[in-house]
Nanobody
Framework: QVQLVESGGGLVQAGGSLRLACAASGRAISNYAMGWFRQAPGKERELVAAVSWSGSSTYYADSVNGRFTISRDNAKNTVDLQMNSLKPEDTAVYYC??????????????????WGQGTQVTVSS
């Protein structure tokens, strides 16, 4: 079992930055691919960024590519999401997730094994 706890969400103006953190406990995240998803009201949960189990591959949604950066620190058992140049359309609940698959990066929520409770990010215009 892996327990994931997100932090760092909040209210920010458009153009600003936030850094989300995901702290894991129970098992080492080095055993997992890690992803950050988001879900806005009335929309499906979508993958924003992910890093493979080995750390050799990353994925970014087109909407955030060049603005967001995912990073993992296996020693600290954490995964962060640095979000720059935020836009109102980035407003959502952001979730950290862990996937035990070692074949690359999954993109669909059901393919992930463990989830955090989410943290709200609100970007004002």
């Amino acid at each position: 079992q892996v327990q994931l706890v997100e932090s760092g969400g909040g209210l920010v103006q458009a153009g600003g930055s936030l850094r989300l953190a995901c702290a894991a406990s129970g098992r080492a995240i080095s055993n997992y691919a890690m992803g950050w998803f988001r879900q806005a009201p009335g929309k499906e949960r979508e993958l924003v960024a992910a890093v493979s189990w080995s750390g050799s591959s990353t994925y970014y949604a087109d909407s955030v590519n060049g603005r967001f950066t995912i990073s993992r620190d296996n020693a600290k058992n954490t995964v962060d999401l640095q979000m720059n140049s935020l836009k109102p359309e980035d407003t959502a609940v952001y979730y950290c997730a862990a996937d035990s698959w070692r074949g690359g990066i999954h993109r669909r929520p059901p393919q992930y094994d463990y989830w955090g409770q989410g943290t709200q990010v609100t970007v004002s215009s």
